[in-house]
């Protein structure tokens, strides 16, 4: 119970003492953690605005309230959807590759190896993983609610028949910041979740091939259900903030 507390505390340490890692390293788990999610960010999010919409229509248009459903889509996008969503797909993406890699370097002892040169695995290896998660999650967030109000936006102006200028100004009026705010902040803790959830089952995979499907399964679970408890605890906090 202690090692994971222990993990995150080097890995804290090693931030605060500006952990040396290659640019180069650095650069290219960016474009993994950035770039090359997009295709996949853009479909689910964008699919789940429309079932969203979908589902509102549903009851919404009983009571001739269908314009509404900009309002719920918008909402639902910005405070939930577009962040759970998004670290899902990071977890099951991401996640589950950094646990693969450092749980092959671990197998064929290039962990070792690092701490033999005198360099710290955790600063070398972990530190680039989370710092970028942090930067990328945030941005895949906003990139997410855009494309889960484009999704709405499609259903709710074809199926509903509502013009586009009312539909685009009730989702304007029901996003706030406060919404955005609270999404934003989700986005940020999962990142950090996410990352370390990898790096840690990697780093502590048995050694050979059982073992690094073994770290790779647990990083995608424990990302998804650590994203799952981690947004209920943040929807008790908001509640109790009134926001």
Not at 19 to 42: H, S
Not at 171 to 194: D, E, M, P, R
């Amino acid at each position: 119970m202690l090692r994971p507390v222990a993990f995150v505390g080097e890995v804290v340490l090693a931030a605060t003492r500006g952990g040396a890692f290659r640019a180069r390293d650095f650069n290219r788990v960016l474009a993994d953690a950035g770039a090359r999610a997009l295709p996949i960010v853009t479909v689910v999010n964008m699919l789940v605005g429309a079932i969203l919409a979908f589902v509102g229509a549903v009851q919404l248009v009983k009571f001739g309230a269908g314009i509404f459903v900009a309002d719920g889509v918008a909402i639902a996008a910005a405070r939930e959807m577009a962040a759970v969503i998004t670290a899902v797909v990071m977890a099951g993406r991401t996640g589950a590759a950094f646990a693969a890699e450092l749980a092959t370097m671990q197998a064929n002892e290039e962990v070792d190896a690092l701490k033999v040169l005198g360099i710290d695995p955790i600063a070398w290896l972990v530190l680039p993983r989370v710092l970028a998660l942090i930067l990328m999650l945030p941005l895949l967030y906003a990139y997410g609610v855009a494309t889960g109000l484009f999704g709405g936006f499609l259903v709710g102006s074809t199926m509903l028949q509502v013009s586009p200028a009312a539909y685009f100004d009730r989702t304007l009026n029901a996003l706030s910041w406060a919404h955005l705010g609270l999404g934003l902040s989700k986005s940020f803790a999962f990142g950090v979740l996410v990352a370390l959830a990898g790096c840690y089952c990697g780093l502590t995979a048995q050694r050979h091939a059982a073992g690094v499907g073994l770290a790779t399964t647990r990083a995608v679970v424990i990302g998804i259900v650590g994203v799952i408890a981690l947004d209920a605890v943040f929807a008790i906090c908001a509640n109790a903030l009134n926001i």
